[in-house]
């Protein structure tokens, strides 16, 4: 069976701006970058989704997705967070590898994704990478 995407950047064929790793779970930004930040949590062994996952697994990417938004909010500059994860094409899941997103949300011009567009340029990665992975710890 060919490998998914998060797969192949979990066993690093593929690059990322990596924020946190253990030895279940690896944590980057999401390359579309919904707003400044936006994170994935995926569990580093293969299940389709949330709802496939054992209990165990879960939690520990709940765990660090939690981090994550406490990092936006206390270093980024993010007044709220929303954490979701979607189960199914139906859903809107296009990567079949467990992931939740942290998103970021900001007041004004940060905040959403029609305000992002244009705008991406401006987001240096490797620098928000960093940002969150030192307040990680
Ligand atoms: P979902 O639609 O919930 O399955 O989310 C999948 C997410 O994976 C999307 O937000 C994509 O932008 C993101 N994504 C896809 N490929 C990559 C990649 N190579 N690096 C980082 N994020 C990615």
């Given at each position: 069976m060919e490998k998914d995407i998060f797969c192949r950047i979990i066993d690093?064929?593929?690059?990322c701006h990596k924020l946190y790793e253990d030895d279940d779970v690896l944590a980057f930004l999401d390359i579309s970058q919904v707003t400044k930040g936006h994170a994935l949590v995926v569990s580093k062994k293969h299940y389709d989704n949330f709802l496939s996952i054992p209990q165990e697994e879960m939690h520990k990417v709940?765990?660090?997705a939690q981090k994550i938004g406490q990092v936006d909010i206390k270093f980024l500059g993010a007044r709220g967070v929303n954490i979701l994860t979607n189960c199914y094409e139906a859903a809107g899941?296009?990567?079949m590898h467990f992931h939740v997103h942290v998103i970021p949300r900001y007041e004004g011009k940060?905040?959403?994704i029609l305000e992002m567009k244009g705008n991406e340029e401006k987001?240096?990665?490797?620098?928000i990478a960093e940002k969150v992975k030192i307040n990680l710890k």
């Open positions: 690093g064929e593929i690059p709940m765990d660090v899941q296009t990567v940060e905040g959403f987001l240096n990665l490797p620098a």
